[in-house]
Structure formats: structure tokens, C-alpha cells
């Protein structure tokens, strides 16, 4: 078993706690790709390839947030015209059947909530219902658990409360998928889920950001005393 003990309580970013400004995601990978096996770094690239499609801009957020509506309106044109839907569902297939709890759970969360989004975007913008929605009949059956919660959230009226909202359940669904592991491959990659959170908010809102890492920093700290005390016991 690799050691992911060792792995959480040798970042850096632990001893970082009040200087977020030294926060660099893609140095915190690097550091845990290379305690990783070939094995588990194909799991990570998975999990990373799912926000390929994350692209915020910091000042087209604090335009459009100083009453620019055009911005707004912008934004939420590009993103649906720009979604391909047909390879998301390629994707998603391949998440959803990975061998990777953490992977199939997250991504089925993931599939539902962008599915959510893309729906309120069709509506607000007068686009046909059903458009660019990632629609795989093998889980035609399936609920979504956070639907109610997501839809509260996407009926802000305030730009970045909605995102900050988004990101919110996000996290929520993090430590929800990893609040039984004990120190395995999945409490890693919900802290790297964690780290790409942090990651766009030290972009998008500097305070939100900063926020965010301590929680993070608090988490992980917690996480790792309390699972090793578990273990000893």
C-alpha cells in the first residue's frame, strides 16, 4: 500500500497556513505526482481532466461584478455555445465506469451539477430546452440528491454568490465522499479536487480564496490527526 499518510503530512501547503500568497496549485501536484505509482497518477490525470474546461478570467469577473451586464450576458453565452456535449458524454462514460470510487462518485456529482447549470443557462437565455445537456441513458433512472440545493444556489441573483455557492457544494461533496477513507488513494484526490477550488478563487476573489486555503489547511490537519488516531486505536 502506498503511503498516503506520509503524503498528506509532508505538503508544504500545511505550513503555509497564514501566507496563502505562496499557494501554487500546480507545485502542490507536482509534489504528490511524485509520491504517487504510475497507477495512481493515471487515476489523478483522470480526475484532472475534468476541469480542462474550467476557464475563468479574474478581470472578466470583477467587470461584469462592477454592473457591466453586457459581461454577463457574455459569459453565459460562451459558456453554453462552447460545451460539446457529445465529447462531456464520452468522458463522463468513462469516469462514471472507472474503478475508482472516488472517481465515479465525483464525476457522477460533477455531470449532474453541470447539467443543472447548463439547464437554468437555456432557460435564461431563451435557448431550446434540453440543449447541450449530457444525457446518458444508462442513467436515465438516476436522482440527484442535491438538485433542491443547486437550484437555491443558481437563483442568486449576485454573479459570484452563485459561483461561490457552486464551489460551496462542491466541497460539501468532497468531504462527503471522503469522510470514511483512512489515508487511501480517494482522501487524495478529494484534496487535489479541494486544491483546483482554491485554486480559481485566489484568481476570481482573493478573500474567497484565502478563506478557502485555511479551511483547506484546517481540514487536512484535522483529517490526518484523526485518522491516525483511528488507525492506532
Request: cysteine-free.
Amino acid at each position: 500500500m502506498d503511503n498516503y499518510a506520509y503524503i498528506l503530512a509532508s505538503l508544504p501547503v500545511l505550513n503555509q497556513e497564514d501566507h496563502p500568497e505562496h499557494f501554487v496549485a500546480e507545485e502542490i501536484l507536482a509534489e504528490i505526482r511524485e509520491q504517487l505509482s504510475a497507477r495512481d497518477n493515471s487515476v489523478l490525470d483522470l480526475l484532472l481532466e475534468g476541469y480542462d474546461a474550467d476557464k475563468l478570467d479574474a478581470g472578466f469577473y470583477r467587470d461584469a461584478l462592477a454592473g457591466r451586464g453586457r459581461f454577463v450576458r457574455d459569459w453565459l453565452r460562451d459558456l453554453v455555445n462552447g460545451y460539446d456535449a457529445d465529447a462531456s458524454a464520452e468522458f463522463y462514460r468513462r469516469a462514471l465506469a472507472h474503478g475508482n470510487r472516488f472517481i465515479r462518485e465525483w464525476f457522477r456529482f460533477d455531470l449532474d451539477l453541470r447539467n443543472a447549470t447548463v439547464a437554468f443557462l437555456n432557460d435564461s437565455l431563451g435557448r431550446p430546452e434540453g440543449q447541450d445537456l449530457v444525457l446518458l441513458t444508462e442513467r436515465e433512472a438516476e436522482e440527484f440528491p442535491e438538485e433542491e440545493a443547486v437550484q437555491q444556489v443558481l437563483n442568486r441573483a449576485d454573479l459570484l454568490q452563485r459561483e461561490r455557492g457552486l464551489d460551496d457544494l462542491r466541497w460539501q461533496k468532497v468531504e462527503e465522499l471522503t469522510a470514511m477513507d483512512v489515508f487511501d488513494l480517494e482522501l487524495i484526490l478529494g484534496f487535489v479536487a479541494r486544491l483546483q477550488i482554491i485554486d480559481r478563487w485566489l484568481k476570481l476573489d482573493p478573500e474567497s480564496g484565502r478563506e478557502l486555503f485555511r479551511k483547506l489547511v484546517e481540514d487536512i490537519r484535522s483529517t490526518y490527526d484523526n485518522k491516525k488516531q483511528n488507525i492506532t486505536i
